[in-house]
């Protein structure tokens, strides 16, 4: 990660004072114009920057540390988003870094003749190869910030918290961070979870390998073979070229393909599911959950209720006792509920069970809370990354106008837990409702309700698992 840029946002860099830390070779660092975000700009392969938050106070030293890991489908993304500026959480003596990460196929591809050549190096996974680097490039130098190295949370959204769950199965990853918190990242297999390399047809959920898809593409631009000369033209394709593939042709489809991480056999040896079963997970403080509405991936199709329920088999009685008691149950709005729990409730409950049984500390949530302004457009409850900016205390950069103070007050909580957990492992602090760590098989949440309160209870509150996930 030689080109490396380190952003140094700071409280006082209004004020005209700048940090000049001593950092290892290769790293440049910019002070950044303000606190806010940096210009939007647009596509670039000269992408693999961080972002850097840290308190005003030049004396604090072993802060805590938190790396954010963006999501966006491993297609887009950025660590220079408003809604995830850093400033609120280094006024709480956080370090926050926000780091780049390539994505599309700049991020994931694989290739026979690439797969053989130095077949010792890592290949496919360039997305995660950019998450590690930053990782190490934290290890190294964010002492320089301030922030000590030895109490770094990871966290991540959506396929930043698939990311996240990935560094948690990977070897490689291993004495990189000490926490992980993971908002709506999924752990089951099926979602933006691993391909195999080679082997077409043995993933029920990926039957096409990563390297079929990489040749599939090559066939687009008019490449044939998967030798090296085959690689050579490949390497000739400008970047344009490389991010949109193929210019349209009329009566011409050209097969699509989810993009995602890849079983390499090296940085990704097994999916985060395969790894918890096993329980070869690394023993580290936990925090995960998911939203009221947080329907992303909708894998549960059916065209009819019927069809719907004997999807569950032997647990169907028990899917109707959640999704259709009284049989009156919209037929769209069950299977929204269901997407929402099959892509992330059960999932996150999944994880947390795993981790808990492995001795690690575990926080479950349920964020159900929509801001104010935004009730009336989502009613169903709070929608796929609806917690992101209560946690980073950055609310009113976005749609609905102007926070009110219950939103805020709900916005001071959520990041008085993310801050104490990043802190200690345990995001239980003065003033706030008691959150309790996890316990396996016992039906308690904790969730920020929609009325601005939190707390854990028992049963299943409004969009939270309604299945226990066997027959997922």
């Not at 059916?302 to 259709?324: C, I, N, V």
């Not at 200690?424 to 409702?433: F, R």
Request: include cysteine; aromatic fraction near 10%; hydrophobic fraction near 35%.
């Amino acid at each position: 990660m030689a080109s490396t840029t380190a952003d140094a946002e700071v409280d006082r860099s209004a004020r005209g004072q700048r940090i000049r830390p001593k950092l290892y070779a290769g790293t440049r660092i910019r002070a950044a114009s303000g606190c806010g975000a940096p210009a939007a700009q647009g596509p670039s392969e000269d992408c693999l920057y961080l972002n850097v938050w840290r308190p005003a106070d030049p004396a604090a030293r072993n802060l805590p540390v938190m790396v954010w890991i963006y999501g966006g489908g491993f297609v887009g993304g950025s660590s220079s988003s408003p809604m995830t500026s850093g400033v609120p959480f280094a006024k709480q003596g956080v370090v926050l870094v926000a780091m780049n990460y390539r994505v599309g196929r700049f991020g994931f591809f694989a290739f026979p003749a690439l797969s053989s050549e130095r077949p010792n190096e890592n290949k496919g996974n360039y997305a995660y190869m950019d998450q590690l680097a930053a990782l190490q490039w934290v290890k190294r130098n964010i002492a320089a910030f301030g922030g000590n190295p030895n109490n770094v949370t990871i966290f991540g959204f959506s396929a930043g918290g698939v990311s996240v769950h990935s560094m948690l199965a990977s070897p490689q990853a291993r004495g990189l961070f000490h926490k992980a918190i993971v908002h709506s990242g999924g752990s089951r297999d099926s979602v933006l979870t691993a391909r195999p390399m080679r082997a077409d047809g043995v993933d029920p959920n990926y039957p096409v390998s990563a390297e079929t898809i990489g040749i599939n593409f090559a066939k687009s631009m008019g490449i044939e073979g998967t030798d090296q000369a085959a690689l050579a033209k490949l390497r000739s394709l400008s970047a344009d070229e490389v991010l949109r593939g193929p210019t349209p042709q009329p009566g011409v489809t050209v097969p699509s393909y989810e993009t995602t991480p890849i079983l390499d056999g090296k940085l990704i040896t097994e999916t985060a599911e395969t790894a918890y079963k096993a329980r070869r997970q690394p023993r580290v403080p936990l925090m995960l959950g998911s939203n009221s509405a947080d329907t992303a991936g909708n894998r549960i199709k059916a065209r009819t209720k019927e069809e719907f329920f004997a999807r569950y088999g032997q647990w169907s009685a028990e899917a109707k006792a959640a999704y259709d008691p009284d049989g009156t149950t919209d037929f769209a709005t069950m299977v929204s509920r269901a997407n929402d729990d099959f892509g992330q409730a059960e999932p996150a409950r999944f994880a947390a069970n795993a981790f808990a049984a492995n001795g690690s500390p575990v926080y479950l949530y349920m964020f159900s809370y929509v801001p104010t302004a935004m009730r009336e457009q989502l009613r169903a409850g709070s929608p796929h990354g609806g917690d992101v900016p209560f946690a980073f205390g950055t609310l009113g950069g976005g749609r609905g106008g102007a926070p009110t103070p219950e939103d805020l007050a709900v916005s001071r909580m959520a990041q008085s837990y993310w801050v104490n957990f990043a802190k200690t492992g345990d995001p239980n602090g003065s003033g706030l409702p008691t959150w309790p760590r996890h316990v396996p098989r016992k039906d308690q949440i904790f969730t920020f309700r929609p009325d601005g309160s939190a707390g854990a209870g028992t049963g299943r509150p409004q969009g939270a698992a309604r299945c226990n996930g066997e027959g997922h």
